[in-house]
């Protein structure tokens, strides 16, 4: 999600409408009719005026997402903390708050008290650069045994060695555990997913969560191109889940909140069966040359020009 076209675009729509051993676990393999596949408590959504700005659940004891609230940020994103023996990685920041490194550290000083550890080299990595998933950046760049990862493409391709951006993988061996970075740019030039092939998920950014799916239409061939690449990819590696970067649906329904909601009900569940690569490719193949914006079961394709302004969708792709 682009934190300030988003914005614009939105206003737009709007207006018309931790184990105890060296030893890491798996989860078991999950079946995509799984109607709850994580056991995630309901997400804090706005609900109470005072909640706190980020809310902690777990994967498993060395997998760990986390929410900023929507009283925060409208934005509401998610970041995904991963923990190897020898090494952890941040998926994101989010929006710039006061209290994410005190979060992290937090939880890294729970992680390394429960395996008897002194320290752990913490990376911080994005899934792209928009300013709602790098926004906290600054709080880490001073930080102690922390590497902050650019969020240009070359500035990712050199830190993980993709040699050829974006058809190259890269493996990041953690300690007991590995991810793979894949390059999927198409919602933003420097966009990846990162496969955790222990609990068979992809973390998969913008490019695909339970919400408005933004691309630039002169871009939907890359995101195209990067979407048929990752579907190759989660077939050969049997992925099973998918886990973005934001919900943006009800349960109850196809329509997005309202982009200024401060509180919501009845969010749709964070976890996306594998089956929605499809969907979405099938989706995208029947638009054929006329691009819009479109609503669909667990997703809306949004494709947008690069300057919206004096354009009304769904069809101002085509104008």
């Known amino acids: 999600m682009k934190h300030m076209k988003t914005i614009s675009i939105a206003a737009l729509l709007s207006g018309m409408i931790i184990p105890a051993t060296n030893q890491i676990s798996a989860l078991p393999l999950l079946q995509n009719d799984t109607p709850t596949p994580f056991s995630f408590e309901t997400w804090r959504a706005g609900q109470q005026a005072n909640e706190p700005d980020f809310h902690v659940q777990s994967i498993d004891a060395n997998t760990l997402v986390i929410r900023q609230s929507l009283r925060d940020t409208f934005e509401a994103p998610f970041m995904y903390l991963i923990f190897g023996m ?10 710039k708050s006061t209290s994410l490194r005190r979060v992290i550290d937090r939880e890294i000083d729970i992680w390394l008290s429960a395996n008897q550890k002194s320290s752990i080299e913490l990376i911080v990595m994005h899934s792209h650069g928009h300013g709602d998933h790098v926004g906290n950046d600054y709080a880490f760049k001073s930080r102690p045994n922390t590497i902050v990862v650019g969020h240009k493409p070359e500035e990712v391709a050199k830190f993980f060695s993709i ?7 890269a493996s990041l061996e953690l300690g007991g555990r590995s991810i ?20 068979d998920i992809l973390f998969s950014g913008d490019m695909i969560y339970p919400g408005k799916l933004y691309f630039q239409c002169a871009k939907a061939d890359t995101y195209m191109q990067s979407l048929n690449r990752i579907i190759e990819y989660a077939e050969k590696e049997d992925i099973k889940w998918l886990l973005g970067g934001h919900i943006e649906l009800p349960s109850n329904s196809n329509t997005a909140f309202p982009f200024n909601q401060k509180s919501r009900e009845n969010e749709h569940q964070l976890a996306l069966p594998v089956d929605i690569l499809n969907r979405i490719r099938i989706a995208l193949n029947d638009m054929s040359d006329e691009l819009v914006v479109k609503e669909f079961q667990d997703f809306t394709l949004f494709p947008h020009p690069a300057t919206p302004q004096g354009k009304q969708p769904p069809n101002w792709c085509n104008e």
Do not use: E, F, Q, R
């Open 163 to 169: 040699a050829d951006w974006p058809t190259d993988l």
């Open 86 to 95: 020898d090494k952890a990685v941040l998926i994101d920041t989010g929006v």
């Open 180 to 199: 793979t970075v894949i390059p999927t740019p198409g919602h933003h030039p420097s966009h990846v997913m990162v496969h955790d092939p222990m609990n």
